[in-house]
């Protein structure tokens, strides 16, 4: 299924999506083709921006990054409201990274910046179970 997604898809999130979760899990470019049956230069084209994947390979990718679609989806004007939704098997870095996402008050480089923040500091106090 082919459409024009360049309105409707931030391809920029989703790749990050993608390098983010394979980075995580020790993955590389191809151990990742293998689950999602998306090519492996294919989602190196999507992690570097320059890919535009089709209907079939996002709903592949964003099931194997277990995120809903309208995660990656681009709002269709400036003052449309972004809800925040939760999902039970959304990890807890992810929700927050919506949070942020969703406040109008702050850039999209900044609650960028303060996601990947929070996601590292994160991941030290989670592991080590430090308060």
Excluded at 17 to 32: F, N, Y
Excluded at 73 to 86: C, H, R
Excluded at 126 to 131: A, V
Aim: aromatic content about 6%; glycine content about 4%.
């Amino acid at each position: 299924m082919a459409f024009k997604n360049d309105n409707f898809v931030n391809t920029i999130e989703l790749g990050r999506a993608i390098k983010r979760r394979r980075e995580e899990l020790g993955l590389s470019l191809r151990d990742v083709a293998n689950v999602t049956d998306v090519s492996a230069s294919t989602l190196s084209r999507i992690e570097n921006g320059t890919g535009k994947p089709d209907a079939d390979n996002i709903a592949r990718l964003t099931g194997w990054l277990d995120m809903p679609i309208d995660r990656v989806m681009n709002k269709q004007s400036a003052s449309d409201v972004e809800p925040v939704i939760y999902y039970p098997h959304e990890a807890t870095p992810e929700i927050v990274e919506a949070h942020l996402r969703a406040d109008k008050k702050l850039t999209p480089e900044t609650a960028k910046a303060l996601a990947e923040l929070f996601r590292v500091a994160y991941k030290e106090f989670s592991k080590t179970g430090k308060r």
